[in-house]
């Protein structure tokens, strides 16, 4: 089961992708281009197991299948972003890590924040990042004494930042909001 759900895990960090952090019309569609090809590389057990996760899945906010859980995060931040921005506070800052173009330090950018005793990768935190949540929700679904729930938010969540991860944008800061204030060329 570690083994195989891994897949998962390095089928997404294998594609690297190009997109700003607010440009989420290019992002589901780009987080579907990785989920195909991370469907493609499952075994056929991998993929027995993801599935039966996803079949007991009932939240309605995308489509239930591999593919479209890939954006589901993004929904799931996005869902009250113009309203009570619950959901966008608690989650917003783990799709990505500002590691600074000219002195990196990853420490300094958060990777390696441990989760309180007993807690799940799922809980809001003050300083959250997507290195630590891959790590985290990648520990959470290798575990069989995982709860149910939470395991499926893993897969989930590792659907997504697997893929938000290797988009140089979401991982680099050049004191530029990760790329959101360079001004677009005229086109
Ligand atoms: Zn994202």
Avoid at 60 to 83: E, I, Q, Y
Avoid at 117 to 142: H, M, T, Y
Wanted: charge should be negative; charged fraction near 20%.
């Amino acid at each position: 089961m570690v083994r195989s759900l891994s897949l998962v895990v390095l089928a997404g960090a294998a594609v690297s992708l190009t997109s700003a952090r607010g440009a989420n019309a290019w992002g589901d569609e780009g987080h579907r281009i990785v989920g195909r090809i991370a469907l493609s590389l499952l075994t056929p057990q991998a993929r027995r197991q993801v599935d039966a996760l996803l079949a007991a899945d009932t939240d309605t906010l995308t489509a239930p299948d591999f593919v479209a859980r890939t954006t589901w995060a993004d929904h799931w931040r996005d869902s009250d972003r113009n309203t009570t921005k619950i959901r966008y506070t608690a989650t917003q800052q783990r799709h990505f890590v500002d590691i600074e173009l000219t002195a990196p330090d990853l420490a300094q950018a958060c990777a390696g924040s441990p989760l309180p005793a007993g807690s799940p990768a799922s809980i809001e935190l003050a300083q959250d990042c997507v290195l630590d949540k891959v790590r985290q929700f990648a520990a959470e679904l290798a575990d069989q004494e995982t709860a149910g729930p939470e395991r499926i938010l893993a897969l989930k969540y590792l659907l997504h930042f697997t893929s938000d991860l290797h988009q140089p944008l979401h991982a680099a800061d050049n004191h530029d909001g990760g790329g959101n204030d360079v001004p677009q060329p005229n086109s």
